[in-house]
């Protein structure tokens, strides 16, 4: 079944929420409507309404004697619509996906033109777990990540190693990147200062397309 939950970075529209709520009582009948509230993010007369609504569509049987006991069940009708919300749900997010290749292009063009094929990617964080993504669909090669936090050091992102700054210098690669965008700055200067070599930085144009800058360590 999709973990729904962990995609949070989408607005919530009511078809997202409507979703959220069958997924929710697919997998626990007995679940109350003030756990589904939280775990939504609406408050529960709005959920109280949204089970109504579905009842009157047929989507789902109550069964209980007030709403402390309260039991739901998906009818036949109420799968078909979970199923049919959750593939237009991953449509979205497939096309969303392509859109953010798209928006790759030019960092694949110069990691073909530098002949880059093995990246150390410094930040294993949010955009690193994005970069990585990415990069691995286009069958480069993620040497591991690097990151001056000593909880990470040792732990592994999506299967890759995390090192800490110090151990570049024992790894073989042709492009040490700073997976990030808001802090790219601090931490390039970071990697400058232990002396790292062959760094680049990402850049982002107005239209919202992505670019790989090499940056020269001339400390």
């Known amino acids: 079944m999709l973990d729904i939950q962990k995609y949070t970075f989408f607005n919530p529209s009511p078809n997202f929420r409507e979703m959220m709520i069958l997924n929710l009582i697919s997998q626990d009948n007995d679940i109350s409507q003030d756990s589904m509230a939280k775990i939504v993010g609406v408050v529960p007369s709005m959920i109280n309404k949204y089970l109504k609504d579905f009842e009157e569509n047929g989507y789902l049987l109550k069964s209980g004697e007030n709403k402390r006991n309260m039991s739901y069940e998906l009818t036949d009708a109420g799968k078909k619509r979970l199923q049919f919300l959750i593939v237009s749900f991953v449509d979205e997010v497939s096309e969303l996906y392509t859109e953010t290749k798209d928006s790759f292009k030019k960092v694949f063009q110069t990691l073909k033109k530098d002949n880059i094929k093995n990246i150390l990617l410094y930040g294993a964080g949010v955009v690193g777990g994005i970069v990585l993504k990415v990069l691995k669909d286009e069958n480069i090669n993620i040497v591991g990540f690097l990151d001056d936090s000593s909880l990470k050091q040792g732990d592994k992102l999506q299967g890759i190693d995390i090192y800490s700054p110090e151990k570049a210098k024992e790894l073989i690669y042709d492009a040490l990147i700073i997976a990030s965008f808001r802090k ?26 992505i670019s790989l800058e090499g940056r020269k360590n001339e400390r």
Do not use: R, T, W
């Open 184 to 209: 790219s700055e601090s931490i390039l200067q970071k990697a400058i200062e232990k002396n790292l070599q062959k760094l680049y930085v990402f850049k982002i144009d107005d239209e919202g397309n």
